[in-house]
């Protein structure tokens, strides 16, 4: 057994909360390979800010868990060499099972999450009580999640959100002892968020998405008074990366993500962790296939890599600076 301690990880429960009394959003970024890594961290350390880096059960498929357990450990070590050693968690997303769980806590994950979701809400104690229970004897924290987001990514896929239901979120709590929660207001995962018959025109013809219920996310403030909240399927879907990729060949369709103010002022409540994916996808390609287009010839990995690592660098500070408001508080 490896303890995330050992490979110089925190967990999530200092990060929390000062998150929480500060009125920010930790930056929950995902990685699958070390170009994405290496923006990562480069992003967070130039703007001073903590950082969750986010493993898919796909990631531990694609990757290699073992790979991904000391490029985590490299994280730390690169952020030091870079001039800062900033806070970095390493958390298990959408973990499916009590099994999975288990085998990131074995093998040096700080946070995991455990999604119940689409089990019936008993079973979903259930299953997160175990999780809590194991996670807990090794000082790793928890995620659990009430209501279902609507989306795909990876192996989560629902074709429907359901809103959390704000009263059974104090008994979910108070039975699981898990240490945040994540909750359904209206983000959805993936970059087609909504349909186009969902959203209204702006004057430049962009669709905008229908808010995200807040009045939600304020009942649960009250019943849970400083307690961490999560917000899942929280990319934006920058329109002028989608066309960069729909003029470099790519077909991305009426693609739609949420408004950055209304992160921003999720992030300034006690949501204290989001969770972004899909718009650092869409920054590696939109740089991939310009390079592929305007240099046809090229066929070093470096050379399309590389200016996708650069992008996605970018977006994530921004990110930090202007949505999350993470930075200069690690």
């Known amino acids: 057994m490896t303890s995330y301690k050992d490979l110089g990880l925190v967990n999530t429960k200092e990060m929390f909360a000062k998150a929480v009394k500060g009125g920010y959003a930790i930056p929950a970024y995902n990685f699958n390979n070390m170009e994405q890594m290496q923006a990562i961290i480069q992003a967070c350390v130039e703007t001073k800010s903590p950082v969750i880096l986010q493993v898919s059960a796909g990631a531990r498929q694609y990757a290699n868990q073992t790979l991904l357990r000391y490029m985590a450990q490299g994280a730390v070590e690169y952020a030091k060499e870079l001039g800062y050693n900033i806070p970095i968690a390493l958390h298990l997303d959408h973990g499916a099972d009590f099994e999975i769980c288990k085998a990131c806590v074995d093998s040096g994950f700080s946070s995991v999450m455990i999604d119940g979701s689409h089990h019936p809400y008993e079973k979903n104690i259930e299953i997160t009580k175990k999780v809590v229970e194991y996670a807990h004897a090794h000082d790793v924290t928890v995620e659990g999640e009430l209501g279902v987001l609507a989306g795909v990514e990876d192996d989560v896929v629902a074709e429907k959100s359901t809103y959390t239901k704000p009263e059974e979120v104090e008994d979910f709590v108070s039975k699981t002892g898990v240490d945040s929660l994540a909750i359904s207001i209206g983000t959805s995962h993936g970059a087609n968020k909504f349909k186009p018959e969902q959203c209204t025109r702006n004057a ?26 999560v917000l899942h399927g929280s990319s934006s879907v920058p329109q002028d990366l989608v066309k960069v990729i729909n003029e470099h060949g790519g077909k991305m369709a009426d693609a739609v993500g949420i408004p950055e103010e209304q992160l921003r002022k999720a992030a300034k409540s006690a949501v204290c962790k989001i969770n972004i994916d899909s718009d650092g996808r869409i920054a590696m390609t939109a740089a991939v296939r310009k390079v592929f287009v305007d240099s046809p010839g ?7 890599l590389g200016p996708a690592r650069d992008s996605l660098k970018e977006l994530y500070k921004l990110k930090n600076i202007n949505v999350l408001g993470s930075a200069n508080q690690a």
Do not use: A, N, S
Not at 212 to 226: A, C, T, V
Not at 298 to 304: N, Y
């Open 204 to 229: 430049e013809g962009i669709l905008i998405p229908p808010p995200l219920r807040f009045d939600i996310l304020e009942e649960i403030e009250k019943r849970l008074p400083g307690f961490p909240i």
């Open 298 to 304: 090229e066929f070093d990995p470096r050379k399309f």
